[in-house]
């Protein structure tokens, strides 16, 4: 067992790293996480507008009049339904920073290189001008975003290499002559990413973002959907854990994306009142199967603050069981410690696939709604966060799920507990023949 450990640390350690270094994927991250406090706002706004409550809907009306839902939607609309428009912002920033460049040219050269790739349309009935569907500023466009972001960059990146920039004597203010120096890369920028617009455009598809959505968006949120897929990543990311490297960074900055433009359909879906598409979404993920943190680790915590015997544990369990409640366990991964431990692994990978593997299927045989599509912040307590996200039934769900983990940790902790238990009574009982001889 020993010899297997080493060999897979020695294995998937480098190629972990070598991800979690990625600077695209880095990037990625970056993006989700500084649009994550606005798609946090967005989905409670969406949650206020469809309140499940009998009578709901017609108190509303009585209060505000018939079109009281746009008070509440339209702060959606302009947090989710455009979140790709933000998320290629702190992606373009996170970028710049990586190579030290100006972020503020990077921004403007992403911005308006999605801009320029995202498909438009002419106003009718006389009206001058066009307009860009709102669709394609949030999940739909999502890809492209990304792609966008990550090209248009490197394109900056490359002028600034080469020196291609106009430069103004010294004595000119640095906010005119930062305007000067980005006037070439983006004059590329705009160049090349026009003749891309219109290549696609001489093609089936129309536009880079149609091409995109059918050959890269469906097919891995199609994928991303899946069970055997979810069950796949959750491994990885639990063996990324047993070694010390924190995998849900790792998995996040390839999961995310696809994740939350599932979540993204589940919330179209949720506000217009049409059945809820996927199962597998970012909430899925978040409040299903990380109770207490990835590894499902509220269970452990309950049992470690309720019967551990050794005082180790006992010291453990009143540390970890606050922090375990909003989902945070460092203190149990790295304070039993789960790394590189044989007996706390086992359950640590098992629970998280045991837990997706219940809750798939109470939403799979209608046992437990869908969820709703609402980004609930990660810290929110079990059973309040499945009661959001999925109703009473998803808030009994957790408690089940609590159960259940504590059902898969109990053995491992109680043998992890007594090899602690017994090394303090051979130190105790060292100790007090040393005082006897003494």
């Given at each position: 067992?020993e010899?297997?450990?080493t060999?897979?640390?020695e294995k998937?350690?480098?190629?972990a790293?070598k991800?979690?270094?990625?600077?695209y994927i880095?990037?990625i991250k970056?993006g989700f996480?500084?649009?994550?406090?606005l798609?946090?706002?967005g989905s409670f706004?969406?949650?206020?507008?469809?309140?499940?409550?009998?009578?709901y809907?017609?108190f509303?009306?009585?209060?505000?009049?018939?079109?009281?839902?746009?008070?509440?939607?339209?702060?959606?609309?302009?947090?989710m339904?455009?979140?790709?428009?933000?998320v290629?912002?702190?992606?373009a920033?996170s970028?710049?920073?990586?190579?030290?460049?100006?972020?503020?040219?990077?921004?403007?050269?992403v911005v308006v290189?999605?801009?320029?790739?995202?498909?438009t349309?002419?106003?009718?009935?006389g009206a001058?001008?066009?307009g860009i569907?709102?669709s394609?500023?949030?999940?739909s466009g999502l890809?492209?975003?990304?792609?966008t972001?990550?090209a248009a960059?490197e394109i900056?990146h490359?002028?600034?290499?080469?020196?291609?920039?106009?430069?103004?004597?010294d004595?000119?203010?640095a906010?005119?002559?930062?305007?000067f120096?980005a006037?070439i890369p983006?004059?590329?920028?705009?160049?090349?990413?026009?003749?891309?617009?219109?290549?696609f455009?001489?093609?089936?598809?129309?536009t880079?973002?149609?091409?995109?959505?059918?050959y890269?968006?469906?097919?891995l949120?199609?994928?991303?959907?899946t069970?055997?897929?979810?069950?796949l990543i959750?491994?990885?990311?639990a063996?990324l854990?047993?070694?010390?490297?924190?995998?849900s960074n790792?998995?996040?900055?390839?999961?995310?994306p696809?994740w939350?433009?599932?979540t993204?359909?589940?919330?179209?879906?949720?506000a217009s009142?049409?059945?809820?598409?996927?199962?597998?979404?970012?909430q899925?993920y978040s409040?299903?199967?990380?109770?207490?943190?990835?590894?499902?680790t509220?269970?452990?915590?309950?049992l470690?603050?309720?019967?551990?015997?050794?005082s180790?544990?006992?010291?453990l369990?009143?540390l970890?069981?606050?922090?375990g409640l909003?989902?945070i366990n460092e203190p149990?991964?790295?304070?039993?410690?789960i790394?590189?431990?044989p007996?706390?692994?086992?359950?640590f990978?098992?629970?998280p696939l045991?837990?997706?593997?219940?809750?798939?299927?109470s939403m799979?045989?209608?046992l437990?709604?869908?969820t709703?599509?609402?980004?609930?912040p990660?810290t929110?307590?079990?059973?309040?966060?499945?009661f959001?996200?999925?109703?009473?039934?998803?808030?009994l769900?957790?408690?089940?799920?609590?159960?259940?983990?504590?059902?898969i940790?109990?053995?491992?902790?109680?043998?992890?507990d007594?090899?602690?238990?017994?090394?303090e009574m051979?130190?105790?009982e060292v100790?007090a023949?040393?005082?006897?001889?003494?």
């Amino acid at each position: 067992m020993e010899k297997f450990m080493t060999v897979l640390e020695e294995k998937m350690t480098p190629i972990a790293v070598k991800l979690d270094n990625n600077r695209y994927i880095t990037a990625i991250k970056d993006g989700f996480f500084g649009v994550m406090s606005l798609l946090i706002i967005g989905s409670f706004f969406l949650l206020v507008a469809n309140l499940p409550i009998t009578g709901y809907p017609e108190f509303m009306a009585s209060l505000l009049g018939e079109n009281w839902t746009t008070y509440f939607t339209v702060p959606y609309d302009m947090t989710m339904n455009v979140m790709t428009f933000y998320v290629i912002i702190a992606m373009a920033r996170s970028l710049a920073k990586t190579y030290g460049m100006d972020s503020i040219s990077c921004i403007s050269s992403v911005v308006v290189a999605f801009l320029i790739l995202t498909p438009t349309f002419e106003f009718k009935d006389g009206a001058l001008g066009m307009g860009i569907p709102l669709s394609n500023l949030g999940a739909s466009g999502l890809f492209l975003g990304m792609l966008t972001a990550v090209a248009a960059v490197e394109i900056v990146h490359f002028i600034d290499k080469k020196g291609w920039k106009i430069k103004m004597p010294d004595s000119v203010p640095a906010n005119v002559s930062r305007s000067f120096s980005a006037l070439i890369p983006a004059l590329f920028v705009i160049i090349i990413f026009n003749l891309v617009r219109i290549l696609f455009s001489l093609t089936e598809f129309g536009t880079m973002q149609a091409f995109i959505f059918h050959y890269l968006q469906v097919p891995l949120t199609s994928l991303g959907s899946t069970l055997p897929a979810t069950l796949l990543i959750t491994l990885f990311e639990a063996l990324l854990w047993c070694f010390g490297i924190h995998g849900s960074n790792v998995v996040g900055g390839i999961m995310q994306p696809i994740w939350l433009s599932l979540t993204a359909d589940n919330q179209a879906a949720f506000a217009s009142g049409e059945a809820l598409p996927h199962i597998v979404n970012y909430q899925f993920y978040s409040n299903f199967m990380k109770i207490g943190g990835f590894g499902g680790t509220f269970g452990l915590a309950i049992l470690i603050l309720l019967f551990a015997k050794s005082s180790q544990f006992k010291a453990l369990g009143k540390l970890a069981f606050g922090p375990g409640l909003f989902n945070i366990n460092e203190p149990l991964i790295f304070g039993i410690p789960i790394v590189l431990n044989p007996i706390m692994m086992i359950p640590f990978i098992l629970t998280p696939l045991v837990l997706c593997i219940v809750a798939y299927f109470s939403m799979k045989t209608g046992l437990v709604p869908y969820t709703n599509g609402t980004n609930i912040p990660w810290t929110t307590p079990p059973v309040i966060a499945g009661f959001l996200v999925s109703g009473w039934r998803g808030a009994l769900l957790n408690i089940v799920q609590i159960v259940i983990s504590m059902a898969i940790y109990y053995p491992f902790f109680k043998s992890a507990d007594k090899i602690a238990y017994d090394a303090e009574m051979q130190t105790s009982e060292v100790s007090a023949e040393s005082v006897t001889e003494a």
